[in-house]
């Protein structure tokens, strides 16, 4: 038996080419049920990931609260040591006051930079924990998701397009069914025609393309009557 001739469908807009090839995201064992289920698991995954990421970040944000305690006790002795400024003036014990004045001042400011510097970083570490924590596995959920789903967008889109033209079209009837053909399992084929190939050449073609617009999630009949209204 010679096949049939093979059908190219172009849709000039988006400029895909249907020319009989299966390009990544056209694999026969994808359907429409199972996109919508890798969609939910993959929001899913991002927003444990999320959660986790943000839970995680602001855990690690806390402990530097923990310096809090020795930022305030340092301005505590600095405003005593300030305090104590005023008995510099005093005969005889003025210069051992500014002495001390200026020993406690120093250490007052050293404690506080130095807690304030701790906090700074455990602040920038629980940030940048909760943002790797968090796009890292949603980047690499995408970098292997994307170019699947991607592909299977614009297949949809455009055999959506072409049904909306004329859900009847021979030409578009014969593509489905090829593709049918194609991606179905021998028992499943043998199920809807004895001869398929046969009935592609005869023109009925409209079975096997109903299948494959299921596996798509689409249907010629809703597209009939949305062309009709």
Known sequence: MVPGPTITIVRRRSGLLYDGRVPLGRSPFLNARKIRTFDVLVVVWIVAWVVLG?????AIWEIGSLTDPIISNADGLKHTAEGLQRLGDLPLVGGIVDSVVNQVTGAARSAHSQAQTVKTRIEQVAVAVGLLLALGPILLALLFYLPQRLPWKRDVAAVRCA?????????????????????????????????PWLDMERGYTERLADVELSRLGLSRERRSVAARL
């Open 54 to 58: 943000v839970l995680l970040g602001r």
């Open 163 to 195: 049904l909306a033209a004329d859900p009847n079209d021979l030409v578009l009837l014969r593509y489905l069914a090829e593709r049918a053909i194609d991606g179905m399992r021998y028992d499943r084929l043998r199920e809807l025609s004895d001869d």
